[in-house]
């Protein structure tokens, strides 16, 4: 009796899935691949802002500005241990 409403959950969760993997035609797949290539660039540009000697605090600054509206969250996407 136990194992119904796990098959339950698992079949609705495998659905939810299906129906959110939509393919992407040919412009979307541009538009991301240049998306990625931003983020990147910015990445990169904070890096160099830390190699340069600046503050951490200014070079997550100049991130985020550079980030805006590409990606999600407060570290462009990307966050790793500290």
Known sequence: ???QPLSLM???LFATFSVAQQKHGDKETKA???RH???AAAHESAAKCLEAGKKEDQCVKELQAACKGLAIGKYCG???EH
């Open 78 to 80: 990307m966050k790793h």
């Open 37 to 39: 290539r931003a983020i």
């Open 32 to 34: 991301d691949i240049q």
């Open 10 to 12: 698992a079949i609705a």
């Open 1 to 3: 009796m136990k194992k």
